[in-house]
């Protein structure tokens, strides 16, 4: 009962500082707000049992993605334009879309329950067997990085694409900027 | 629809509340960053709704205790919430702030080239741009 009660409480906050970022036209306050978000949601987690899904969030949602954006805004602008305060298209378009997903979670099974398919399968064999096949105590570090290590080689295939990506879009940045000021 | 189904399915329903307002500020929205910004949201929001599937009641976070040999101590009476959602959404989180990086560095490039970061600015550009272009090729072809 007093899970719930913190994760109603928890929702709100979310659901506030998501309509202040809706709201806001100064873009670093949109930033700082979407690092609220992050820590918020860091807290959920925890809340969810998901520790280590909690410590990334908050280091590398909350702490990276803010300096990231906080760059981006120093380098492009600072205040949005002001956009129409209200439009129906967007609102219908999330409705629709909002039944819709409501109408898909009714097959799924209650919050917590310890025989959906989910927690039966496979994680009860890593659950039950993790300490004998690898003698990690922390699973989740277990299986991240020897029951599904391939998942994490992926990711490591995913972040080296998207860093050499950045590094094309933004190399040449400082010179064309130099060129600009030497024509003018 | 009874009071047990509501309490056991409002979970995912207030995640998809949150994840519709996310989907709002990409739609509705023109400013590019606010865009990434309610994309990340949206994120997220399919982050807890992931880990939220894996919470069993009653359960603890699945880390096993050592006994003072240095042995991890089976605890059969405990129960682990799932650590299979906990894996995939790590992995979620860091490719998310890969991604949500490159979309940051085209922010960084369309404003450097259009020298703007809203959208309908970028179309007005953009239709001059091919305004002009027809005007050439008809005078080209003429």
């Given at each position: 009962m007093i899970e719930t009660t913190i994760n109603i409480i928890l929702f709100v906050m979310l659901v506030v500082t998501a309509l202040a970022i809706i709201r806001m036209d100064k873009l670093f306050a949109v930033?700082?707000?979407?690092?609220?978000?992050?820590?918020?949601?860091?807290?959920?987690?925890?809340?969810?049992?998901?520790?280590?899904?909690?410590?990334?969030?908050?280091?590398v949602g909350a702490g990276i993605t803010t300096v990231l954006m906080l760059g981006t805004i120093a380098l492009t602008a600072r205040t949005q334009k002001k956009s129409p305060k209200f439009q129906l298209m967007p609102v219908l378009i999330i409705i629709i879309i909002g039944v819709a997903l409501i109408y898909g979670t009714m097959d799924m099974p209650n919050f917590g329950d310890l025989n959906s398919p989910a927690n039966t399968h496979?994680?009860?064999?890593?659950?039950?067997?993790?300490?004998?096949?690898?003698?990690?105590?922390?699973?989740?570090?277990?299986?991240?990085?020897?029951?599904?290590?391939?998942?994490?080689?992926?990711?490591?295939?995913?972040?080296?694409?998207?860093?050499?990506?950045?590094?094309?879009?933004?190399?040449?940045?400082?010179?064309?900027?130099?060129?600009?000021?030497?024509?003018? | 629809m009874s009071w047990e189904f509501i309490l056991g399915h409002?979970?995912?329903?207030?995640?998809?509340?949150?994840?519709?307002?996310?989907?709002?500020?990409?739609?509705?929205?023109?400013?590019?960053?606010?865009?990434?910004?309610?994309?990340?949201?949206f994120q997220v929001s399919v982050f807890m709704m992931?880990?939220?599937?894996?919470?069993?009641?009653?359960?603890?976070?699945?880390?096993?205790?050592?006994?003072?040999t240095g042995h991890v101590e089976y605890g059969l009476d405990v129960i682990y919430s799932n650590p299979l959602p906990h894996v995939l959404i790590l992995t979620a989180i860091v490719v998310g702030v890969a991604t949500t990086s490159l979309g940051l560095a085209l922010i960084v490039r369309i404003r450097e080239e259009y020298g703007t970061i809203e959208e309908d600015e970028i179309l007005d550009a953009e239709t001059l741009i091919a305004e002009k272009e027809n005007e050439d090729r008809e005078a080209w072809l003429a």
């Open positions: 930033v700082m707000l979407s690092g609220v978000f992050s820590f918020l949601s860091a807290l959920l987690f925890i809340v969810m049992d998901a520790v280590d899904v909690a410590f990334t969030e908050a280091a496979v994680a009860a064999y890593y659950v039950s067997n993790s300490a004998t096949d690898i003698g990690v105590p922390n699973m989740v570090t277990g299986i991240l990085a020897s029951y599904r290590g391939f998942d994490t080689l992926g990711e490591v295939a995913v972040v080296f694409t998207a860093g050499v990506g950045v590094l094309v879009l933004l190399s040449g940045l400082a010179r064309r900027r130099r060129e600009d000021k030497e024509e003018l | 409002m979970n995912y329903w207030l995640f998809i509340i949150l994840m519709l307002i996310g989907l709002y500020i990409v739609i509705a929205k023109g400013n590019l960053l606010k865009k990434i910004v309610g994309l990340n949201i992931y880990i939220s599937i894996g919470k069993v009641i009653g359960g603890t976070a699945p880390i096993l205790p050592y006994d003072n």
